[in-house]
């Protein structure tokens, strides 16, 4: 081999660590007991009104005594939740790649889904109810069209932004349309593509507890809702951390995702 | 058609691979159209390696996505194996593109894989020829590599496997060397001289390296400033295989220093 090649290890340059005093995530760790810690403490000392803020062990305990409540609710956010996902991801990644790569759709369309994507949809939700009652297909619709509209915009601009040597090369190559399409743009658009569905995911679970909260009869939303009208305070956070858990699962899963897919890019892209 | 000012053209055996017929080409833009190509023609018989040269914004790179059927020209045609060229035609030309186009997901293996991957081409049977291919530009212990991972020499090498890997008659190579410095530049030269004995494809050559030009090339096509005509044509004597002594050699000079003279009284 000629004087040209570098060695294997060379390519990846030795980093440098220049630590602050604690490893990051021990930091971030420390910082979570902390206030969890003043969670317990700061309403039982009456720092802060017990009825504003129930103590952590109160708002635990009172959960456990209505596990069976929270369950039901939990499995009836998380069904529609899942329902919404599917419609915002699919729907919202179809119509994204047709108007990503089509350009005099692109012109047209794009700038009035971006336009709709700044409506707060939520005011219409009422209506919506009025058309198609307040059951689980109205939050299923609601959030998976509010999750939608992301969705379309990450996957178009993902898809529009790829470098068009890609697309040179692989026509030269004699790729059809659906190889480029799918060989060349959706790979080459993951990175956008996944921040989409990131937004998307916070929005449809948005989508879904506030539509809950609004107008319904089951599911955490319509619980959290229920108990604040009734001061039972420790219940209310009780169902918001049931929340905080169900979008933290899901940005869970997004991140695997992510870090499967995002192997192949320079680090230094990555921050 | 290759009446040669400089020296008697060998006869060409057979019909050209790639025949230029007065092709034009014309592009809009915001302040009116622009005429980038003006009646080019030449013919590239078969087995040859022939250069394009001329100042940049010449039209070069036009001209070879044209004869990679990636563009349509406004007048004339271009005939490949004496069928005239409409769309890409991989299997008669294969293009290795100036910056590499490698797929940045892909690695190294599954980049010269890709052009029989969308033919479908069974999978050991891609790996295999991949494999080889990357074994003769040298880089079969880099084979699960990312191309950010390699160096800009060890990604055009991969390139030009890749350029290699759908066996094409004809392969257009767009100033693949341009992003390179010197020594690899030399030596990257070398070796593709060297797959190009082994491997008998006739080859277009873009560059603005003059020594490049007269080292790698049979005959070099110089062009003009828009709208780029081709205004000389200089067929290098010399003999192969191509050495370094060569450059410091008279003739190797005067051959250079006739192409430059051409390019600058544009």
Same mark, same amino acid.
């Given at each position: 081999?000629?004087?040209?090649?570098?060695?294997?290890?060379?390519?990846?340059?030795?980093?440098?660590?220049?630590?602050?005093?604690?490893?990051?995530?021990?930091?971030?760790?420390?910082?979570?007991? #902390?206030?969890?810690?003043?969670?317990?403490? %700061?309403?039982?000392?009456?720092?802060?009104?017990?009825?504003?803020?129930?103590?952590?062990?109160?708002?635990?305990?009172?959960?456990?005594?209505?596990?069976?409540?929270?369950?039901?609710?939990?499995?009836?956010?998380?069904?529609?939740?899942?329902?919404?996902?599917?419609?915002?991801?699919?729907? @919202?990644?179809?119509?994204?790649?047709?108007? @990503?790569?089509?350009?005099?759709?692109?012109?047209?369309?794009?700038?009035?889904?971006?336009?709709?994507?700044?409506?707060?949809?939520?005011?219409?939700?009422?209506?919506?109810? #009025?058309?198609? +009652?307040?059951?689980?297909?109205?939050?299923?619709?609601?959030?998976?069209?509010?999750?939608?509209?992301?969705?379309?915009?990450?996957?178009?601009?993902?898809?529009?932004?790829?470098?068009?040597?890609?697309?040179?090369?692989?026509?030269?190559?004699?790729?059809?349309?659906?190889?480029?399409?799918?060989?060349?743009?959706?790979?080459?658009?993951?990175?956008?593509? %996944?921040?989409?569905?990131?937004?998307?995911?916070?929005?449809?679970?948005?989508?879904?507890?506030? #539509?809950?909260?609004?107008?319904?009869?089951?599911?955490?939303?319509?619980?959290?809702?229920?108990?604040?009208?009734?001061?039972?305070?420790?219940?209310?956070?009780?169902?918001?951390?049931?929340?905080?858990?169900?979008? @933290?699962?899901?940005?869970?899963?997004? +991140?695997?995702?992510?870090?499967?897919?995002?192997?192949?890019?320079?680090?230094?892209?990555?921050? | 058609?290759?009446?040669?000012?400089?020296?008697?053209?060998?006869?060409?055996?057979?019909?050209?691979?790639?025949? =230029?017929?007065?092709?034009?080409? =014309?592009?809009?833009?915001?302040? *009116?159209?622009?005429?980038?190509?003006?009646?080019?023609?030449?013919?590239?018989?078969?087995?040859?390696?022939?250069?394009?040269?001329?100042?940049?914004?010449?039209?070069?790179?036009?001209?070879?996505?044209?004869?990679?059927?990636?563009?349509?020209?406004?007048?004339?045609?271009?005939? =490949?194996?004496?069928?005239?060229?409409?769309?890409?035609?991989?299997?008669?030309?294969?293009?290795?593109?100036?910056?590499?186009?490698?797929?940045?997901?892909?690695?190294?293996?599954?980049?010269?894989?890709?052009?029989?991957?969308?033919?479908?081409?069974?999978?050991?049977?891609?790996?295999?020829?991949?494999?080889?291919?990357?074994?003769?530009?040298?880089?079969?212990?880099?084979?699960?590599?990312?191309?950010?991972?390699?160096?800009?020499?060890?990604?055009?090498?991969?390139?030009?496997?890749?350029?290699?890997?759908?066996?094409?008659?004809?392969?257009?190579?767009?100033?693949?060397?341009?992003?390179?410095?010197?020594?690899?530049?030399?030596?990257? *030269?070398?070796?593709?001289?060297?797959?190009?004995?082994?491997?008998?494809?006739?080859?277009?050559?873009?560059?603005?390296?003059?020594?490049?030009?007269?080292?790698?090339?049979?005959? =070099?096509?110089?062009?003009?400033?828009?709208?780029?005509?081709?205004?000389?044509?200089?067929?290098?004597?010399?003999?192969?295989?191509?050495?370094?002594?060569?450059?410091?050699?008279?003739?190797?000079?005067?051959?250079?220093?006739?192409?430059?003279?051409?390019?600058?009284?544009?």
């Amino acid at each position: 081999m000629p004087a040209t090649a570098v060695s294997p290890s060379a390519a990846s340059a030795p980093r440098i660590r220049r630590g602050p005093w604690l490893p990051p995530r021990a930091l971030g760790l420390l910082t979570l007991a #902390a206030l969890l810690l003043a969670w317990e403490v %700061l309403p039982r000392l009456e720092l802060v009104p017990p009825v504003l803020v129930a103590p952590l062990s109160t708002v635990l305990e009172s959960g456990v005594a209505s596990a069976g409540t929270f369950a039901e609710a939990m499995g009836v956010t998380m069904v529609e939740i899942a329902f919404a996902l599917v419609f915002a991801y699919g729907v @919202g990644g179809i119509l994204g790649l047709v108007l @990503g790569s089509v350009k005099p759709l692109r012109g047209a369309v794009l700038p009035l889904v971006s336009s709709i994507y700044a409506v707060p949809f939520i005011v219409a939700y009422p209506l919506l109810t #009025a058309w198609i +009652g307040i059951g689980m297909e109205s939050k299923v619709i609601f959030a998976g069209i509010y999750g939608m509209f992301p969705m379309i915009l990450a996957t178009a601009a993902g898809v529009r932004t790829v470098d068009p040597a890609f697309v040179r090369a692989a026509r030269s190559m004699g790729a059809t349309r659906a190889q480029i399409l799918f060989q060349v743009l959706v790979p080459a658009a993951f990175p956008s593509i %996944l921040s989409g569905l990131r937004i998307a995911g916070s929005l449809v679970t948005i989508g879904v507890v506030v #539509a809950e909260m609004l107008a319904s009869t089951a599911g955490l939303g319509f619980l959290i809702t229920q108990y604040r009208s009734m001061f039972q305070t420790p219940e209310v956070y009780f169902g918001i951390i049931l929340v905080l858990c169900l979008t @933290g699962f899901l940005d869970f899963l997004i +991140g695997c995702v992510e870090r499967k897919a995002a192997a192949w890019r320079p680090r230094k892209e990555l921050i | 058609m290759a009446a040669v000012a400089n020296a008697p053209a060998p006869a060409p055996a057979g019909p050209p691979d790639v025949a =230029v017929e007065h092709l034009t080409h =014309v592009y809009e833009t915001a302040n *009116g159209a622009v005429k980038a190509l003006d009646d080019i023609d030449f013919e590239v018989p078969q087995g040859k390696f022939v250069g394009i040269v001329g100042p940049s914004g010449c039209g070069k790179s036009s001209l070879l996505l044209m004869l990679a059927g990636l563009l349509q020209p406004s007048e004339g045609r271009i005939v =490949v194996r004496e069928h005239a060229l409409t769309a890409p035609r991989p299997a008669d030309v294969g293009v290795v593109f100036q910056e590499a186009s490698l797929l940045p997901w892909k690695t190294a293996l599954e980049n010269v894989e890709f052009p029989l991957k969308l033919r479908g081409t069974a999978r050991a049977e891609r790996r295999d020829r991949a494999l080889e291919l990357l074994e003769l530009v040298g880089l079969a212990d880099f084979r699960d590599r990312l191309p950010h991972e390699l160096s800009g020499g060890m990604r055009q090498r991969v390139s030009i496997a890749r350029g290699f890997s759908q066996d094409p008659k004809i392969l257009l190579m767009d100033e693949p060397f341009a992003a390179l410095d010197e020594q690899t530049r030399l030596t990257l *030269g070398d070796e593709l001289l060297k797959i190009w004995t082994r491997h008998q494809k006739t080859v277009i050559f873009v560059t603005h390296s003059l020594t490049e030009a007269v080292y790698l090339c049979d005959e =070099v096509l110089v062009m003009s400033h828009r709208p780029g005509r081709i205004i000389d044509r200089v067929t290098i004597p010399l003999e192969r295989p191509r050495t370094y002594e060569m450059m410091a050699t008279e003739t190797f000079g005067h051959l250079r220093e006739r192409i430059w003279r051409s390019i600058r009284t544009t």
